[in-house]
């Protein structure tokens, strides 16, 4: 079994980086950052040893479905 680097199982669950959640919600990197300053948005995790923040590919998927609304001119 391989664990990525929170020490979970790999196969439960994908991680993406900060400029692959923001392009799946569709909003620029730094608004994503606001977002996490403000306490908004889908949860994220940081690695102890460096500054690079992470989400969870389902927390942001489901994020989005909670929250985005289809525009309908």
């Known amino acids: 079994m391989q664990t990525n680097f929170l020490g979970e199982d790999?196969?439960?669950?994908?991680?993406?980086?900060r400029g692959e959640a923001a392009n799946l919600?569709?909003?620029s990197k730094g608004t994503l950052s606001n977002w996490k300053l403000a306490k908004k948005g889908p949860p994220f995790y940081k690695r102890e040893d460096t500054k690079r923040v992470f989400y969870k590919l389902s927390d942001v998927e489901e994020y989005r479905s909670r929250n985005l609304k289809l525009y309908q001119p």
């Open 25 to 27: 919600l569709g909003i």
């Open 10 to 17: 790999m196969e439960e669950d994908k991680y993406i980086t």
